[in-house]
């Protein structure tokens, strides 16, 4: 009944309502109460733009002596708001314990979202876990979960853990059942060979993502992936291959700008191999 009366002031007189949800989040004779009065005090707070004011009132109370003692509903809130000031050591501190999904969100995407949250705060081994553990015992990924997830592993390339992405990348190659999704799987599997210096592995997995699903690599996917293809065949000191993929691109490039710049890698191909080769 109390609950009913906050809810009928939350329109109209904010203040009153949280004032009503304080009061139940202490007094309330049910924990199923307290922890819901607890939620909608946040919920309130933070619809007011008060996210401010929910962090001091828990974490500076005496009722409180630390954050794993602050009701959840509370710190997935202040969890969403940290992230949102990108006060990740806070949000890392708030997500210690907090193992199970929030009312409403799927366990797999809760997990993905932990794992962001220890990339971000540079905890690469626990995240690698995490995202190892999600992948077991699955048979395909849907599309949905397959972008969450390879959102995450753009945060691993980003963080320079290469070697980590690619490895979580491979498993999902074969696990995703999409072949657009496949076929962007290798290419970024690709920059992760460059960051690391492996040119001419780099070299294979842009090939085979220009070609993957289309064996003439000539549209616009494939074209970009080929060029880059070529660039890393040439720091691989492969020449003659990079200028097999430059002139295989001419072919179906019709932009006069775009063949200028193929023209134009070619012939310092050739001089890169005449200075190679002249005594």
Request: neutral net charge; proline residues 2%.
């Amino acid at each position: 009944a109390w609950l009913k009366k906050a809810e009928a002031y939350k329109r109209d007189d904010a203040a009153s309502a949280r004032a009503f949800y304080a009061h139940l989040g202490t007094r309330a004779r049910t924990a199923a109460t307290r922890a819901l009065a607890h939620q909608r005090l946040a919920t309130s707070l933070g619809e007011d733009g008060r996210d401010q004011v929910l962090r001091r009132l828990y974490t500076q109370s005496a009722r409180y002596a630390t954050l794993e003692a602050i009701p959840k509903g509370v710190r997935y809130h202040m969890l969403d708001a940290a992230l949102g000031s990108y006060d990740i050591d806070f949000a890392t501190r708030l997500m210690q314990g907090l193992q199970a999904a929030p009312q409403g969100q799927e366990a797999s995407h809760w997990e993905l979202r932990r794992a962001r949250i220890l990339v971000y705060a540079g905890d690469y081994a626990a995240a690698q876990v995490l995202l190892r553990d999600l992948l077991c015992g699955i048979s395909a990924f849907d599309e949905d979960f397959a972008e969450r997830y390879l959102q995450v592993l753009f945060d691993l390339q980003l963080a320079g853990r290469h070697q980590e992405a690619i490895a979580l990348l491979e498993s999902v190659f074969y696990l995703a059942d999409n072949m657009r999704m496949q076929r962007e799987i290798l290419y970024w599997m690709a920059e992760s060979r460059v960051a690391l210096g492996e040119h001419a592995e780099a070299a294979e997995l842009y090939l085979r993502s220009a070609t993957f699903g289309n064996p003439y690599g000539g549209d616009m996917w494939g074209q970009s992936a080929r060029f880059h293809a070529a660039e890393s065949l040439a720091r691989a000191g492969l020449t003659a291959d990079a200028r097999d993929v430059y002139s295989g691109l001419l072919k179906f490039t019709e932009d006069p700008k775009r063949r200028v710049l193929l023209e134009r890698n070619i012939q310092q191909l050739w001089l890169i191999e005449k200075k190679n080769t002249t005594p």
